[in-house]
């Protein structure tokens, strides 16, 4: 593939210097009716060329995609794109087939004439009422699924946990036996307290910081979201979730661990995925990598963006309660 | 109108002109040579992205203190991609591509001798020159340009700390659009008034061409949504510069707590978005008005649709002022909000798929005259419905939570407003080139143009919505500190030659271009067999464009093919016969 493309490149680049030179006697300037021919084929080749490019993409690059989506509201955010992509692909085929089909079949002939055809209002009320419907049908759709993800009011018993953003940095923070957050502000942040705890607020001692994340599998999970510097984005792919981290400003995002770690490790689409970026890593001389849930930086936030992560794990509820009891409180931090 | 006799000197020919085709000419040639540094600047980028720590003479050359042994720094990267997207957007698709057209075709198509102010028309002109200027030196100050995306988003673009293109560079970034802001407000008011006054006789609204009425509600829409983006850019000046807080809050930043509070970030958002959505119109629209003109001529056809097209122009510049929030769906802005978006958002799909599907039926059963500038219209149909479609994704606030800001949204606008609208462009510089110059150019570079440039955009854009859905993050100087993503590094390396290849097709262009200016063919007067009145002009330049009275108007522009003609075409000048019924 790539050496073909070089070599792609230097016709090109000999082709542009042969031609500019020949430009100075070459003053054929409108399209002839041999012109019409072979450009018409042409839009017919390209439209092999175009195909040929989705299909491959679909093909060669469906690997590389993400696995089985990490939490229940994934999994709607799933079949929604599912449904829409469907749609989208449908439309995409016929519409670019009529496209290039029409450019090659009626390519212009000397001595005939087109059809003088201005106007069909029948025709245009079908591609105006049909789009209409079906968009009002995925308006209807989207919309469900999207309150159904923001919306975490009815929650029951649901793990409350800050995610804090710096650069270039994550921290986090559970709310403790009282499962609510201390208050917090970056103008009491001051040595150990990274956060900006306020520690004159009783909620705030059971507060739990740390630096990795843990979610415990089948149990609603509310994040706060903070920033102390500029914007970024908590960034969550393998559980469809995303949300901006603005100063000034707590955001919000909710899902609901479905898979664990282990669990997803062990899933068919994760392992060939793995296997495969193993292989690469294999012949760059690397360690094989092994996959664990992520959190990303997705907006632009200065030099590091680009390696700004923190990893997730997701455990059965059990563990992940000995986990949080084994780590230190704000208050015995700050001690 | 007689004041065309002064005499002129080569100053007030070629440099301040007030003459709308000596503008229209000023503005094309400006903008590709910003063209040409903003490509230039994406062939830089992608290189690291393909191979990121492989060291490069030409990034070495180009980048001076910003490179370490060929090898770029996180923060040129960073100010790569930002420069590179406003000049894209702005000075190449906006100033270049409408301020060339409008210019150029307003007065020629609706017969008036010139804008309604030659003044403020080279006032603005020269305003964007200006702002092209400043731009073009933010690159050599010694901090580096400005960095924070070319949506620039506070607190990053507020905070030098943050990043060092929030310096001076980001100073300069504010004064360039600023001042281009003021040019293309004088634009566009210049292209409201004089479609509104100065039609010749018989030219009604309902008999303007396509590229008219896409001109026209372009610069309304310029009108209503610039001085937002001028107001956001002016609060970011006084947060910045006179420590007010509108933006800005609770910000600890190495070490230290800065003073704001009770500004927000999010207020920056809607402001910017204001005008950022229905700036990807003001890029598109003149680009379909452009299609619509040269694929009825090249069809041989009348454009289907003439009203619904006119509908659907008007239809998506009132929605593209009430969809900006479909950018901010994660923004932590309330979700309420998010679902309305939504819903005007896919409203905006159907104008849009009634402009795509009527661009179709004018093909069938045309007599289609291939054309370089028909080429690119029909490959700007096809890129619009590959990006528009996903479009669909974008903008249903479910879907956008997990695609938003990956490499999906990159391939998306891309193709949709970025390509689309560069081929549009490119169609009206090859179809009335003849009316600029007096020359043509060359058809046989015309068709190598194309199809290279065709190959390679699809080849760089249309892989590209698969790495955005493995969930690569945009704006990533790099991907290897993500073994996660180490599986998409050999499609980035395809997209980088797609894009080598695509950019140096570009150069068959610039060649055909510049060489047909001196050298081409000599045009004739109509050589499309058009029914436009600009072909009716003189093919020298004359200052106020007809020699004697401006012709009259008596149908419509699209009488290709009429039954009744022995031509395939029948000037808007020609009257109609008796009971002959207008279309
Ligand atoms: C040679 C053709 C082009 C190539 C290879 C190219 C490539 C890219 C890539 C890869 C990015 C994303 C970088 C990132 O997010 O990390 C980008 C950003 C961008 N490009 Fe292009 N581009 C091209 C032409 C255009 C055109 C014609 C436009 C006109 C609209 C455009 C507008 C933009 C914008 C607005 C951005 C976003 C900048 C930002 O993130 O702040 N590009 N380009
Ligand atoms: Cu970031
Ligand atoms: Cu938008």
């Known amino acids: 593939m790539t050496a073909l493309l070089y070599i792609l490149l230097a016709i090109v680049i000999a082709v542009a210097i042969w031609q500019v030179a020949s430009i100075l006697k070459l003053k054929s300037v409108i399209a002839t009716e041999k012109d019409n021919n072979i450009q018409g084929i042409l839009f017919a080749v390209f439209g092999v060329f175009f195909y040929g490019l989705m299909i491959f993409s679909f093909v060669k690059y469906s690997a590389l995609l993400l696995p089985d989506a990490a939490s229940l509201e994934g999994e709607r955010y799933d079949t929604l794109y599912m449904v829409t992509m469907v749609l989208i692909l449908v439309v995409q085929a016929i519409t670019q087939f009529l496209l290039f089909y029409f450019a090659f079949k009626y390519r212009g002939v000397k001595g005939t004439k087109a059809l003088f055809y201005a106007d069909s209002h029948k025709l245009e009320l079908i591609w105006t009422v049909i789009p209409a419907v079906v968009l009002a049908g995925m308006v209807l759709y989207g919309l469900s699924v999207w309150i159904d993800v923001m919306d975490s009011s009815d929650a029951e018993n649901p793990l409350i946990v800050e995610v804090y953003a710096k650069q270039f940095q994550w921290e986090a923070r559970y709310a403790g036996k009282d499962n609510e957050l201390g208050l917090a502000n970056v103008r009491n942040i001051k040595g150990i307290n990274t956060m900006g705890v306020d520690m004159s607020d009783k909620n705030a001692l059971d507060d739990i910081p740390v630096r990795e994340l843990h979610l415990p599998k089948g149990r609603k999970v509310i994040f706060k979201f903070r920033s102390q510097d500029v914007l970024h984005s908590a960034y969550m792919p393998h559980f469809r979730a995303q949300m901006n981290c603005v100063p000034g400003m707590v955001t919000q995002f909710a899902f609901t661990p479905s898979m664990t770690t282990e669990e997803m490790r062990l899933n068919e689409k994760t392992i060939a995925k793995v296997d495969n970026i193993n292989e690469i890593r294999a012949e760059k001389g690397e360690d094989p990598y092994e996959f664990d849930y992520l959190l990303l930086c997705n907006k632009i936030c200065g030099a590091s963006h680009y390696n700004m992560q923190m990893k997730i794990v997701v455990e059965e509820e059990a563990q992940f309660n000995s986990w949080l009891n084994s780590q230190k409180t704000m208050a015995q931090v700050v001690q | ?583």
Request: charged letters at 10%.
């Open chain 2, 1 to 583: 109108m007689s004041d065309h006799h002064h005499k002129e000197t080569f100053v007030t020919k070629y440099i301040f002109s007030t003459d709308h085709k000596m503008i229209s000419k000023q503005y094309l040639v400006t903008g590709i040579f910003m063209g040409i540094i903003g490509v230039f600047m994406s062939m830089l980028f992608r290189l690291q992205i393909a191979w990121p720590e492989r060291s490069f003479s030409i990034i070495e050359a180009f980048l001076g203190h910003h490179q370490d042994g060929g090898v770029m720094s996180p923060d040129i990267y960073l100010a790569l991609v930002t420069i590179h997207g406003t000049i894209m957007v702005f000075f190449v698709l906006t100033a270049g591509l409408s301020g060339t057209f409008s210019n150029l075709l307003i007065p020629l198509q609706i017969g008036a001798r010139d804008m309604a102010s030659g003044f403020l028309n080279m006032v603005s002109y020269w305003l964007f020159f200006l702002s092209s200027l400043l731009m073009v030196i933010s690159l050599f100050i010694e901090a580096g340009p400005a960095s924070a995306g070319w949506t620039i988003y506070p607190p990053l673009s507020a905070l030098p700390q943050a990043i060092p293109g929030s310096g001076l560079g980001m100073t300069l970034w504010l004064v360039s659009m600023a001042i281009f802001i003021a040019s293309s407000l004088l634009g566009a008011l210049n292209y409201i008034v004089t479609v509104l006054n100065l039609r010749t006789v018989g030219m009604k609204m309902t008999r303007l061409p396509l590229t008219i009425w896409a001109f026209f509600i372009t610069a309304i829409i310029g009108v209503v949504s610039f001085p937002v983006l001028l107001s956001a850019a002016l609060l970011l000046i006084f947060d910045r510069s006179f420590g007010t807080s509108f933006y800005l809050s609770d910000i600890f930043i190495q070490g230290e707590v800065l003073h704001y509070q009770g500004g927000s970030p999010v207020l920056f958002e809607h402001l910017f978005w204001f005008l950022g959505h229905p700036e990807v119109y003001i890029v598109l629209l003149p680009a379909l008005g452009i299609t619509s003109e040269i694929i009825s001529t090249n069809s041989r056809k009348p454009i289907f649709g003439y009203r619904a097209m006119i509908g659907s122009i008007i239809a998506i510049a009132f929605l593209s002022t009430i969809v900006w929030g479909h950018h901010m769906f994660v923004s932590g802005m309330n979700p309420f909000l998010g679902s309305v978006f939504t819903f005007t958002t896919l409203l905006i799909a159907i104008p849009s798929a009634v402009k795509a599907f009527n661009y179709i039926t004018t093909l069938w059963k045309g007599n289609l005259q291939m054309n370089p500038a028909m080429l690119f219209s029909i490959g700007l149909v096809s890129t619009f419905i590959s990006g528009g479609l996903t479009g669909l994704v974008l903008g249903d606030s479910a879907l956008d939570i997990n695609v938003h800001d990956t490499y999906f949204v990159v391939a998306h606008f891309h193709l949709v407003m970025g390509v689309s609208a560069i081929y549009g462009m490119f169609a009206g510089v090859y179809h009335w080139f003849p009316k600029m110059y007096g020359k043509m150019m060359n058809k046989t570079l015309g068709y190598w143009h194309f199809w290279l440039t065709a190959v390679a955009a699809y080849g760089v854009f249309f892989p590209m919505h698969f790495i955005g859905l493995a969930g690569l993050p945009r704006r990533y100087y790099s991907n290897t500190a993500f073994p996660l993503f180490d599986d998409v590094a050999d499609v980035n390396i395809v997209i980088t030659l797609f894009a080598i290849l695509g950019g140096s097709a570009q150069i068959i262009f610039l060649a055909n271009f510049f060489i047909s200016i001196y050298k081409g063919k000599k045009a004739e007067q109509n050589p499309w067999r058009s029914n436009t009145l600009e072909w009716t002009t003189p093919v020298e330049h004359i200052h106020g464009n007809w020699p004697g009275e401006i012709p009259a108007v008596q149908r419509w522009a699209y009488d290709y093919s009429k039954p009744g003609y022995e031509e395939d075409f029948v000037c808007q000048t020609t009257p109609l016969k008796e009971g002959e019924e207008e279309s």
